[in-house]
């Protein structure tokens, strides 16, 4: 039996083969979504600029499907650099992020020539420095900025208050040192934001080249494209919980298409580009949540029911603790495999630990639940793998199906 395009049938086998708590990713949906993606891109050419972000959904399995299906990698931290190398991606096809990037994987990213570090640590810049001294080669490197919308604090170096032309002329003073990227992370965001983070850093960009003949070749916009089958709780919703621990009562709007925002980003960006005078300048993006989000399942077993005061528990064998963290701040279409026509109730779903927060979510509407029943969350290949953790229990398995 289909529902929504799940074959829940299928699914429930799925969970008794392997057992449960269970990740069920989507080869058909993966390799859906990035050339959904690279069509979104290529009437400007920028097909080959997405640089899937490592983080998201560090699953080798998914990660090879992606780079076959022509996905860069942009990668944080020196296991991900090193997981990129091990799985065969061309060094010219990472792009290094991060706040901290040890000096032993900056030496690897020098030594294998990746297509482009990052800078985002005053640090980075004395240690690339050396190993440019010592390899005799030019760094290609890019520099991460902070526009006025979009995540702020330890990130980047603001265009506001001057500190990236300062941090740019350093960098372009330094011989060993190409400065060839300029790159912004803004966090999930709306095409509104994306516009106004451009706009703020292509006018630095032209700045750059008229005052400082600093030649950009590509903006990297990041990720944050919002991802299908999957929704962040608004402030008051998650007051609401937070105050009355029931979900909010109205109905809330759907969240804007992600793959509509890339395609709006990348005209404007295009157009932007033409008006500035700074024709050739590339799109970058590193899409995590809009590739990934919504070609993965997480399926649950109900180990126990209780009743206490008005609420429905329905207990199942994996939390938000164990395996879906990103439910603390975000909210998923949640089923029940066995239908059972027209019998409907709310429940909490909690997990199996100690922890009163280990619940995946309050109130939500199931066809009637007993115990055994396969509960599949939705939208799961976003986050859920790499904050799992093994409070008590294990790991949920991770297989490779077709939802
Ligand atoms: C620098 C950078 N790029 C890309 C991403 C991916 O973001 P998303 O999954 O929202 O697309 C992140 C997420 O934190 C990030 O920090």
Redesign the pocket.
């Known amino acids: 039996m289909k529902k929504e395009g799940y074959d829940c049938a299928r699914l429930a086998e799925a969970a008794a083969e392997h057992g449960t708590p269970l990740q069920v990713a989507s080869r058909r949906k993966l390799e859906g979504n990035l050339a959904l993606a690279r069509e979104t891109l290529r009437p400007f050419g920028w097909q080959d600029n997405i640089f899937y ?1 490592y ?2 959904n560090p699953v080798p399995e998914v990660l090879k499907i992606l780079h076959q299906g022509g996905a860069g990698a ?1 990668v ?1 931290s020196e296991r991900e650099l090193d997981l990129a190398l091990s799985l065969g991606v061309p060094p010219d096809r990472i792009v290094f ?1 991060g706040i901290y990037k040890s000096p032993t994987a900056l030496g690897t990213a020098v030594e294998r020539g990746i297509r482009c570090v990052n800078i985002d640590a005053p640090q980075e810049l004395e240690i690339l420095s050396a190993l440019a001294g010592k390899t005799g080669r030019r760094v290609p490197v890019g520099l991460r900025v902070r526009p006025s919308v979009g995540w702020q604090g330890q990130f980047g170096f603001p265009i506001g208050d001057g500190s990236a032309r300062g941090m740019a002329r350093r960098i372009s003073a330094d011989k060993g040192l190409d400065l060839g990227v300029i790159h912004f ?1 803004l ?2 965001s709306d095409f509104k934001a994306y516009r106004r983070a451009m706009d703020e850093t292509l006018g630095f960009i032209r700045e750059l080249k008229q005052n400082m003949d600093i030649g950009i070749k590509a903006l990297d916009i ?4 919002p ?1 299908r089958d999957m929704r962040m709780l608004a402030l008051w919703e998650q007051a609401w919980l937070r105050f009355f621990d029931r979900p909010w009562p109205f109905k809330m709007p759907a969240p804007d298409d992600g793959f509509k925002v890339l395609g709006e980003t990348a005209d404007h960006f295009s157009r932007a580009v033409k008006k500035r005078g700074l024709e050739g300048l590339e799109l970058w993006c ?5 590739i990934t989000g919504d070609a993965q399942v997480l399926l649950v077993r109900v180990v126990a029911l209780r009743r206490s005061g008005n609420v429905n528990y329905a207990i199942v064998d994996g939390g938000r603790v164990g395996a879906a963290a990103p439910l603390a701040g975000e909210t998923r279409r949640i089923r029940n495999l066995t239908s059972r026509p027209g019998q409907y109730a709310r429940y909490d779903l909690v997990g199996p630990t100690c922890m009163p927060w280990d619940r995946l979510a309050a109130g939500v509407s199931l066809n009637k639940v007993e115990i055994g029943d396969i509960i599949c969350i939705e939208g799961a290949g ?1 986050y859920f793998v790499p904050l799992e953790t093994e409070f008590s229990f294990n790991r949920p398995t991770f297989i490779l199906g077709n939802l």
């Open positions: 972000s983080k998201t942009e944080i992020n992370h966090g999930t990041g990720g944050g494209f991802g590193e899409p995590g949540r809009l976003a």
